[in-house]
């Protein structure tokens, strides 16, 4: 059974910065390409990075390009999320999620999700 | 960036319901969309991919269509454990974007 639990969530203040992270167990981690996607209070779902196998290859949504950085560490089966600059819009549940490739393609999508870090950005 | 528009926001039904969800993408996504079921507090749960692939161990009784710029998500017959809110997710481009959502309520 496929296992993501997150951790590193908390308050932090505006500008300020933090380290989510994500330890993953019952997959090939290092097969998966790996996400962050984010909820606000009461909102719906915003993807905010993927990073390919074997981390060489990230994307980001705009709003947080620049200031949020995936990376991940296969030997620790882990994937990270750092955090900059950041604004009261960036609070938010953090999930991490397995990607899912569609054969024959390079469209993907999540089918697995951990159960979630809580960030708040606030003074 | 591609748009996903959920209808309705809310719907309210029985159990025993036959329940259809609608999203409309604001240009053409083939057929590269998920749907996702979220209960409170707990994580998104895969149920439908490209379109109207049934993901390992959903039950029957959810069913997804449409190609294009429509889709829908279908539950046959409402069951207590559905009640919870869905979400549309395209696929299409790399900057996937997700619906707002529809909030299934007990009648």
């Known amino acids: 059974e496929v296992q993501l639990v997150e951790s590193g969530g908390g308050l932090v203040q505006p500008g300020g910065s933090l380290r989510l992270s994500c330890a993953a167990s019952?997959?090939?981690?290092?097969?998966?390409?790996m996400s962050w996607v984010r909820q606000a209070p009461g909102k719906g779902l915003e993807w905010v990075a993927n990073?390919?196998?074997?981390?060489?290859?990230?994307y980001y949504v705009g709003s947080v390009n620049g200031r949020f950085t995936i990376s991940r560490d296969n030997a620790m089966n882990s994937l990270y999320l750092q955090m900059n600059s950041l604004r009261a819009e960036d609070t938010a549940v953090y999930y991490c999620?397995?990607?899912?490739?569609?054969?024959?393609?390079?469209?993907?999508?999540?089918?697995?999700w951990g159960q979630g870090a809580l960030v708040t950005v606030s003074s | 960036d591609i748009q996903m528009t959920q209808s309705p926001s809310t719907l309210s039904a029985s159990v025993g319901d036959r329940v259809t969800i609608t999203c409309r993408a604001s240009?053409?996504?083939?057929?590269?969309l998920a749907w996702y079921q979220q209960k409170p507090g707990k994580a998104p749960k895969l149920l439908i991919y490209?379109?109207?692939s049934l993901e390992s161990g959903v039950p029957l009784r959810f069913s997804g269509s449409g190609s294009g710029t429509e889709f829908t998500l279908t539950i046959s017959s409402l069951q207590p454990d559905d009640f919870a809110t869905y979400y549309c997710?395209?696929?299409?481009?790399?900057?996937?974007?997700f619906g707002q959502g529809t909030k299934v309520e007990i009648k």
């Open positions: 997710q395209q696929y299409n481009t790399y900057s996937r974007t």
């Open positions: 490209k379109a109207s």
């Open positions: 990073v390919n196998q074997g981390g060489s290859g990230k």
């Open positions: 240009q053409s996504i083939s057929s590269w």
């Open positions: 999620a397995r990607v899912r490739i569609d054969s024959g393609s390079d469209h993907n999508y999540f089918d697995s």
């Open positions: 019952g997959l090939t981690f290092s097969s998966y390409w």
